[in-house]
């Protein structure tokens, strides 16, 4: 708002105060007047905040002597002491310099003043700790995910009719991912505090029965993390084979035992690396607050899994293949609902793969790519020896591509439809060596699933007596078919280098997109930062 937009606001908000409070006995008008007269002014600047006083008659919420009042202020600063524990931006409230002002608040017009800022300071961690500090599109385009913001004015007015600490309560995501996330921090906080796992593993890789300073160094870390028991032992034995094992699920790597370089640079993480992907990881999980579907199927970008979720177990899981990390085929992050498969799918090839792959190919050769039909406008196969490629652009080249149902199609046999703008779903691949893999991101965007069958049955299971047999009939007719899914399934597509496992214990990823490093870059530029909390 401009200077003198503020000013005519001001001037007219006094105005209906002094009408609003004309007639009021005059012993008492000065100091209402003045308690009121400093709200409107001061939540002028602020559209909802303005909205909210005028609709209570620029009564106080927070600043008064009630005993409601008291409760208020007391729920709010307690819910700003536990700020750091949520990983917000503590500095971002200033809950101290807020009170000190509230304390030296003597006049009705300085209360009126700390009256607004402290419904400003309440907006602005409602919306923090219930959706959260970011805005993920501002952070990464393929961060497309539509939070579910609620209207900023519904905060106050809610509250105003709530248990002040009841309301609070009920803000943070009520997920069991959240609370795990939470304990989780806490405990790296106070580990942190302790000096880490210690010192790092000095070797790029380790084998079985090797011994030496490195070795030893690595089982002092193994023991710090909790994955192998106390031991004197100075030999990588069958005891320390094992506990490095265990470390290499918990962190997404080939589980052979054997500390190779991947392995050597997980394990050297610091304390500090690891909390900064449980706060990334509990913003995201603000991001979606809200119901997921009691039955939803969720993908986690850096994990390269797949699983069907039902009321909150894990009923499937395969292993995925993802995006490449390079130009636009990496995997965006959004959540939709899955509505039908198609099994024997025909592949109608994205443009961008048209003209920046296939159309280059043809004009060197026009007999490339011969397993892909050319077609025209009305899906009619053209005759490729009778188009001069090379005449066109990959603006001007007015044909589609489309490859027909095979066992060779780049889809496989079935593919999982959410339609959605980014043209992005779930599908079976010949490309079946690519799942061996420890990372694997390869794909154009889309997810590969490595058991597309059995999470077909999986989905059928809900409406078919007999998914697997129901599935193979349609599948041996060759043509391409649509089955419809009579219950509609959310479909998430998250990222997460850090998450729980239903007992408790904590995964990490690599950050195979660098998404994380820039929202804890983000968050950090916003006020959140790391603590060693003792005790």
Known sequence: MTVAG????????????????????????????????????????????????????????????????????TALFQALSQAGNHGLPVARYDAEGLKAKLKAAR??????????????????YS?????????????????????????????????????????????????MEYTALMKEKL?????????????????????PGQSGASVVAMRNRLIAMGF???????TYDAAMQSAVQQFQLAHGLVADGAAGPATITEMNKSVQARLQSIIVAMERERWVNQERGKRHVLVNIPDFTAKIMDSGKVTFQTRSVVGANQDDRPTPEFSDVM?????????????????????????????????????????????????????????????AMRQPPSKGNALGLVKFMFPNVHNIYLHDTPAKN????????????????????????????????????????VLATGRETRVDLKSPVPVHIIYRTAFTTPKGHTQYRRDVYGRDAKIWNALNNAGVALRAVQG
């Open 127 to 175: 919306r923090d700790l219930q959706t959260g500090v970011l805005v993920p599109s501002r952070v990464d385009r393929a961060i497309v995910r539509q939070v579910p913001y609620r209207d900023r004015t519904s905060y106050l007015v809610n509250f105003a009719k709530s248990s002040p600490g009841g309301f609070f309560k009920a803000l943070a995501p009520k997920t």
């Open 107 to 124: 006049t009705a017009r300085d209360r009126g003043l700390v009256e607004v800022e402290m419904s400003r300071t309440f907006l602005q």
């Open 187 to 207: 405990r790296m906080e106070r580990l942190l505090a302790k000096g880490g796992w210690g010192p790092k593993v000095p070797a790029n890789a380790l084998k």
């Open 434 to 473: 690519l799942f061996g893999r420890e990372v694997r991101a390869y794909s154009h965007g889309c997810v590969r699933l490595a058991d597309p069958f059995d999470f077909a049955y999986a989905l059928l299971a809900k409406q078919e007596s007999n998914p697997e047999s129901y599935f193979q009939s």
């Open 339 to 399: 509505e039908f498969m198609v099994i024997n799918p025909s592949w109608y090839v994205p443009r961008s793969i048209v003209t920046k792959e296939y159309l280059p190919a043809l004009q060197r050769n026009r007999n490339a790519v011969r397993h892909i039909e050319i077609t025209d406008s009305r899906g009619r196969v053209v005759n490729r020896g009778a188009v001069n490629f090379s005449q066109y652009t990959a603006k001007t080249f007015p044909f």
């Open 228 to 234: 192998l028991k106390r031991t004197n032992s100075q």
């Open 6 to 73: 503020s000013r005519f606001w001001t001037i007219a908000l006094s105005m209906v105060l002094a009408l609003f409070l004309l007639g009021a006995p005059k012993p008492a008008t000065a100091q209402v007047t003045a308690f009121k007269q400093a709200v409107a002014e001061a939540a002028a600047r602020d559209a909802d905040i303005a909205a909210f006083y005028k609709a209570n008659g620029y009564d106080s919420v927070w600043t008064g002597r009630s005993g409601r009042e008291r409760q208020r202020r």
